[in-house]
């Protein structure tokens, strides 16, 4: 059983949550842990036809429990009914209500085609995404990560085959019940095969045109399915760096699924091979900068660096008005060789920077002042 670190931020808080995050990353069991008064689980269908059926239930059952004093009510996946967040509001606009609400959520785009509009300073939105380094003490067995990702029920499950089982049915899941819901089932085999098409391309710049190329579909579906992979929260975007925070290069992003081990599961290989180990441990470490930014309740922006002629660092890390240059090394060895892009970046940038690679390797070190840390280590010397 692992503490998450979201868990004591929203125990402290007494504002109503907004807390979204792909399935099965331990959205409800948060929740839970918070000892709601009322459940009310939208992705238990007799539930759900309730409530769509009638647009007082909720008040309704708010009417049963008691009062004098604050009472906390947990509806769960409430993108199945966006309509649901008017009345919410509605309610938490009246005075002394005494209602705290923790409302999960798995598709953003859901709840923006609902229109729904909670008002600013009523509800305090978080992400959530796997268990990060930190909330697994840092001793997070690389290996294992690399081949099945860090989502709670695949770590907490000792069988091999097993967790391949489970992550293979979370692709095949997906493709039933979210392409159904978003009315693409016409197309299910195109999408099938962009999904395959995608997983190949991860963790690449983004070039839609070849992806729809390559999984002989239309461009104009590519991107609107590629679309619908980010408001489900599945793929995570990494935008090119530029000097201002308003003028980003005009380049290809790169893009993450938000779970190794869900990617390897699209993609049908749990081997780390030689061919395939800088690929899975560059989706890694920027899963975990991600999520435990949000773990942490920290805005952040992670960016890639890239010239027209080949010099690369793979993710620019800004937090307010900090910036770190982080290259990752798929070994156990670094040398001086490996930190030409980090140079590179440093003449671009004209700022002063912290400079890191994060790698396979035990030992931290320095080189030319760059600090060489095994990546758990990186984690923890940005405070996650």
Request: glycine fraction near 8%; charge should be positive; charged fraction near 25%.
């Amino acid at each position: 059983m692992y503490v998450r670190r979201l868990s004591d931020t929203l125990g402290r808080s007494t504002k109503s949550v907004l807390l979204l995050g792909p399935r099965q990353v331990g959205k409800s069991t948060l929740m839970r842990a918070l000892r709601p008064d009322l459940e009310v689980n939208l992705a238990h269908e007799p539930t759900y036809l309730e409530f769509a059926r009638d647009p007082h239930e909720l008040e309704a059952r708010l009417g049963a429990l008691p009062g004098g004093r604050m009472r906390t009510v947990f509806i769960d996946e409430i993108q199945r009914l966006p309509g649901l967040l008017n009345t919410i509001q509605s309610i938490l606009d009246r005075p002394r209500h005494g209602l705290r609400f923790l409302l999960t959520g798995s598709s953003a785009r859901k709840l923006r085609r609902g229109e729904a509009n909670l008002l600013p300073g009523r509800i305090h939105a978080y992400r959530m995404g796997p268990l990060t380094s930190a909330e697994m003490d840092h001793q997070v067995a690389t290996p294992t990560a690399l081949a099945y990702g860090t989502l709670p029920g695949i770590v907490s499950e000792t069988d091999a085959a097993d967790r391949e089982k489970t992550l293979r049915t979370y692709a095949a899941t997906y493709l039933r019940e979210e392409v159904q819901a978003e009315s693409l089932s016409r197309s299910l085999e195109g999408f099938a095969r962009f999904l395959t098409a995608i997983a190949d391309w991860a963790g690449d710049h983004l070039d839609l045109a070849k992806v729809a190329h390559a999984a002989q579909v239309p461009r104009q579906s590519a991107g609107r399915w590629f679309e619908v992979l980010e408001d489900t929260l599945l793929v995570l975007r990494s935008d090119s760096f530029a000097k201002s925070a308003t003028r980003r290069l005009v380049q290809h992003p790169k893009f993450y699924f938000f779970d190794v081990g869900v990617l390897n599961g699209l993609l049908g290989n749990f081997i780390a091979s030689p061919d395939r180990v800088g690929m899975l441990f560059e989706h890694l470490v920027y899963t975990q900068i991600v999520h435990s930014a949000a773990a942490f309740d920290e805005p952040i922006r992670v960016s890639t660096f890239r010239t027209e002629h080949g010099a690369e660092v793979d993710f620019i890390l800004e937090r307010g008005r900090e910036l770190t240059a982080i290259e990752v090394k798929a070994s156990r060895t670094v040398g001086p060789t490996d930190l030409r892009g980090l140079s590179r970046f440093a003449e671009y940038a004209g700022r002063r920077h912290r400079q890191m690679v994060w790698y396979l390797g035990r030992e931290p070190k320095r080189i030319n002042g760059v600090e060489i840390l095994p990546w758990q280590q990186g984690l923890e010397a940005l405070g996650w």
